[in-house]
Structures are given as C-alpha cells and as structure tokens.
C-alpha cells in the first residue's frame, strides 16, 4: 500500500511550496509557499506567534480549511500520497487511517455526553474494523500504557468526572489508539499546570517513542520546544523563517526574528537579563522580506511577464 | 506608615461546590482558602503562584471582596474591610482596581475605548464631565504606551497586547493604591507579554503602585515580583522574597515547580528528570 512508504525524503509528512489564500482574493497568501517535512520517530516543533499559521497548517493536514480559503498551491503528501489529488472521500480515509490530533483543550474535545470508552474505541471500530471487544481490550492496554492506573473505571466515565491531566492521558490514549504514522500535538499543554504539563510532555515523548510516530508539535513556548522536539520550523505571518534542529535554534538562530523570540522569552534563572520585547525593526524587516517574496511570487505567476520572459 | 498596606489574618474563605447537585437546601460548602496570614506592603510586588485550584484566584479576588471571607480579617490601609457591605466598599474601589486575563471579555465590546477608561472616573467623581474623564482617559493611555487616538477605538479593532494596556489603562486611571492582576499576561504571545511585564515594571515605579500578580508562570513571576506566595490546597506554604525563594526553595513543593519548567535551552536529561 503506497500510503506505508515514505515520500522521497524519507518523511512521512512532506508538506512543499504550499501557499493558502482567501477564496475571495487569491493574491492574499495566508501561507506563503511553506516546507515541511516530519520523518517517522521524528519530533518536530512548528512555533510561531498567534496568527503565524501554525493552525492553518494542521487544518490543511486534516482537510478542515475553513470554507473562505484554498490551497493555491503547494502539495501535503503522506507517506508519499499526494492528499490534494485525492478525490474528497479517499483523502478523508488516508487521513482518518493515518493521522491523528491531540488538541490543546482537552474538555473541548471530549464529548461531555458520552463514556470515555466509546470515545477511545471509536476510531478503532469505524476506522480499522475492529469488534466492539477487540476494541475495548486495546483501549483498555492504552489507558495502562499512558499510566492510568484504573483503566476500567476511566473507561466508564464522562470527560467531567476526570482532571484536566487525566482527560489529557486519555486524548494521547485515542491519538495513538490506530497506530497512526502521524500525530498533530496543538499546543497539547498550554492549558495545564507546569507540574502536570511536565508529566504529559514526557508521556506524550515516551509513547512518541515507543510507536515510532511521526510528531508534529505545534506550540508557542520555546521552553517546550527545547525539551521535546529534535527539529523545529519557525513562522512568521505565514512563511518559514527559519528550519532547523534544535541545537542550532538555541546557540546560533540564524533569523533576526527567531534571535528576537528567544530574547523575548523570561527566564527564572536569569532575572538581571533585561526582557527584550521582540523590536519593531525586526517585526518590520520581516514584514518587508514577506512583502518581497509576495512580490516575487505574484509576479512569477503572472500570465504577461511568462510570456515575455 | 506603620502598618502594611493589606494585613491579612487566618482568613478563611468557602464557596459552594460547583459539583454538587442539590434539589432542596443548602449548597455543600467547599473550603478554598484555609487560614491564611499574609501582609502586603506599600509599593510592593507580590506574586500568588500555585498550580490550579490552590486558591490564587479566591485569595486575590477576596482581598479586593468581590468574594466575602468566612472567618478572619483583611485590613486595607487601616480598615477593617472583612465584612464591608457593597455600599461601604464602594468609595474604596477606586484604590482596589483589578486587571484580567482576557482583556477582550473584560472591556465592553459596545463602549469606544475613552467610555471604558473614563466612566469609571465620573462614577467616582473624579472627572466632573465627560470631557474632562475623556482627558484623563487619553491621559492614562498615554501613560501605558498607546496613542491618545485610541481613545475613539472599540476592542475588536486592537490587537491582543493592546486590549491588555487598554485594561491596565482602565485600572490606573482612577489612580489606585492596589491593582489586582489575575494572570494577565497568559494569553499573549512572548513579545506582547514582555511588552506588558515591562510596563506593569515601569508603573509600578512611577506610580508607587502596590501589585498582587496571580500567576502560574514562575519565569514571569521572577521578573517583576518582589515577593512570591506560594499557595497549595488554600494554604500558604511559603511566603519569602522572590530572589531566595528561587535561589534556594524553601519547601519542596516549591523546588518541584521550579524543576517543572521547561527553560529555553536544550537539556536531554529534563523530560525524564523527576
């Protein structure tokens, strides 16, 4: 089955040259011709600031753009399948079959009205055909391998009856239920406790690990990035300003931007350092190297200038 | 002044449980802050860090009363404020102002920036019309970094970190004695939140500002507070200035919350330190 063996890069999920644009302007670029690639076993940060893309790339991922937007170009290939020429239903199956989401808020993405049981086994029983008892053994094993020691009154409870951690161990639990060769984690600990988001950080690692998974770690927190990811894509309004691994992020980030985010960044361990906004000429400077891309990228796709060129 | 700004005294706090539902009778009652002592002086900084539900939240919010204690007593500036109805606090809340965390549900979505800022200085006739709150409103965004012309703006058109200095704006401008900030930095981005911090750094000094900064970021907390508190289950379990505190942890919940965060820098070993 081509969807099991890897794309050219040897990556599981290569993004390449995609650019997203309104629907109702299509010179607007959302995303500007964005790379990236996630090998299987890899762990890679995708950071960047509040309207820097990072959701809009893992909607493309799952295929839930929001109506108003559209891929201008660009290819998402998983294991080598090319999404975008799928016809809709066999891209929603590849997807459901290969890929999984662990969201940010876990109360959200639980439905208040059902056991957690059905809500793990689910995606086993509709996506992988698995019986109803097959099912229930296999998220009872998961809930033990994210060390929940009471498995089966977890399985019996509604998503209010557990704590925050807890509902979070179940969400790693139903992510890696089908095996999928990738794993989308959007900012997974963003709304815990750090004690709690330190133990969930290292689950999520450990299973990481174990399964071998390609992992897309979408976050804000550079902290977090440091601890968990071996390489990292950083964006600004849209476009990848820096790839690199994580050693090099830190010691020597070669954008003035990302230079810029790690000085913004407080640390408890040195409090004389003076916090340093992220300065204006940067945010310029990146605005302008943006623009000019826009430029070149509008003009490279202009009927006239193909033409003459 | 002899003595602190808030004193504080075994204060105790409850407050219905949320869980429990009951047909006929009374709520259950659950016990959140249990006998805190705390004292707060002038011009001071003190962070409240606890993870959630130790009670960071109910301990700023009593000590501005918008919650009233079960037992013991808080004194502001001299005066015993434990058991103050709406009417006697109302002539203090212009020294009691608070900022919260999510300035977009905070500042009302029909009102133009210089109504929120200055409505509060006619309640407390502190401007005698319109025109002059408006004055003292531009005034106050001013002094937190934003154009006076915002004054006309509504929330929706500002950005994250501007709705953030609107709010602060709003706070300082009836000139306080006390600001209550309950993690008003958690939701921005990294740049706007040094923006703020610096801010909150610098009206503290100007203004001679006393602060209680609720946070669950120890990172943050180490920048701006001068005293950190920390608190587990509505107990205070150590309560030191911040530099010690952090250099030396006390008590060894203190120390697993330190460990517990990630620092920008990479260090194999961390995730699977305990």
Same mark, same amino acid.
């Given at each position: 089955m081509s969807a099991d063996t890897a794309g050219t890069t040897g990556a599981y999920l290569d993004i390449d040259d995609l650019s997203i644009a309104l629907r109702a302007d299509p010179g607007h670029r959302l995303l500007r011709s964005v790379g990236l690639h996630v090998k299987p076993g890899e762990v890679r940060g995708l950071v960047g600031e509040s309207g820097a893309g990072k959701t809009m790339i893992g909607k493309t991922i799952f295929d839930i753009l929001p109506r108003a937007v559209a891929v201008v170009e660009g290819s998402v290939r998983l294991g080598g399948e090319d999404l975008l020429a799928l016809p809709e239903g066999k891209r929603r199956k590849l997807i459901a079959r290969t890929s999984a989401l662990i969201p940010q808020d876990p109360l959200t993405a639980l439905n208040p009205v059902r056991r957690i049981e059905s809500q793990i086994t689910d995606r086993l029983t509709a996506i992988l055909g698995q019986s109803k008892k097959a099912a229930r053994d296999r998220a009872l094993t998961l809930l033990e391998e994210v060390h929940i020691n009471d498995p089966e009154r977890v399985l019996a409870s509604y998503p209010h009856q557990l704590s925050g951690g807890m509902r979070q161990r179940v969400l790693i639990a139903a992510a890696f239920a089908a095996e999928p060769k990738l794993i989308v984690a959007d900012e997974p600990t963003t709304a815990l406790d750090v004690t709690v988001q330190k133990q969930i950080l290292r689950l999520i690692a450990e299973m990481q690990r174990r399964h071998g998974t390609a992992l897309l770690f979408v976050t804000h927190d550079l902290g977090v990035v440091a601890k968990i990811c071996q390489n990292v894509t950083v964006l600004f309004g849209g476009k990848v300003v820096e790839d690199t691994d994580v050693k090099g992020l830190f010691a020597h980030p070669a954008h003035p931007y990302t230079a810029a985010l790690i000085g913004a960044t407080p640390r408890y361990d040195r409090p004389e350092e003076s916090l340093l906004p992220v300065p204006a000429s940067v945010i310029e400077d990146t605005h302008r190297?943006?623009?000019?891309?826009?430029?070149?990228?509008?003009?490279a796709r202009s009927p006239h200038t193909k033409g003459a060129a | 002044m002899s003595e602190a700004l808030f004193k504080v005294e075994n204060l105790h706090v409850s407050l219905p449980d949320p869980n429990s539902k009951v047909l006929f009778g009374a709520t259950p009652m659950i016990?959140?802050?249990?006998?805190?002592?705390?004292?707060i002086e002038e011009g001071t900084v003190?962070?409240?860090?606890?993870?959630?539900g130790s009670g960071?939240?109910?301990?700023?919010?009593?000590?501005?009363?918008?919650?009233?204690? !079960?037992?013991?007593?808080?004194? =502001? +500036? $001299?005066?015993?404020?434990?058991? @103050?109805?709406?009417?006697?606090?109302?002539?203090?809340?212009?020294?009691?102002?608070?900022?919260?965390?999510?300035?977009?549900s905070a500042l009302n979505p029909r009102q133009t920036i210089g109504t929120i800022i200055g409505r509060p200085l006619i309640l407390h006739k502190l401007a005698?019309?319109?025109?002059?709150?408006?004055?003292?409103?531009?005034?106050?965004?001013?002094? !937190?970094?934003?154009?006076?012309? =915002? +004054? $006309?703006?509504?929330?929706?058109? @500002?950005s994250g970190g501007q709705r953030q200095r609107v709010g602060i704006a709003r706070a300082i401008a009836t000139h306080p004695r006390f600001v209550l900030a309950d993690e008003v930095v958690s939701g921005l981005d990294v740049s706007s939140q040094a923006q703020i911090l610096t801010l909150l750094a610098r009206l503290k000094t100007e203004l001679k500002l006393t602060i209680v900064f609720i946070s669950h970021d120890l990172s943050v907390v180490r920048r701006l507070c001068d005293r950190v508190v920390v608190l587990r289950r509505g107990e205070v379990l150590e309560n030191r200035?911040?530099?010690?505190?952090?250099?030396?942890?006390?008590?060894?919940?203190?120390?697993?919350?330190?460990?517990?965060?990630?620092?920008p820098e990479v260090d194999e070993g961390w995730l699977d330190a305990s």
């Open positions: 190297e943006i623009a000019a891309a826009d430029a070149a990228w509008i003009v | 016990d959140i802050l249990k006998g805190i002592d705390l004292e003190v962070g409240l860090v606890g993870e959630s960071k939240s109910t301990l700023g919010r009593t000590l501005v009363r918008l919650i009233e204690p !079960v037992r013991g007593s808080i004194r =502001f +500036a $001299g005066k015993d404020i434990t058991h @103050l109805d709406e009417d006697a606090m109302r002539p203090l809340r212009r020294d009691l102002q608070m900022i919260f965390q999510d300035p977009l005698a019309d319109r025109r002059a709150a408006r004055k003292q409103a531009e005034e106050a965004l001013d002094l !937190v970094g934003l154009p006076t012309a =915002f +004054a $006309g703006r509504y929330p929706h058109e @500002l200035p911040t530099g010690p505190l952090f250099d030396n942890p006390e008590h060894p919940y203190t120390a697993e919350l330190k460990a517990a965060i990630p620092l």
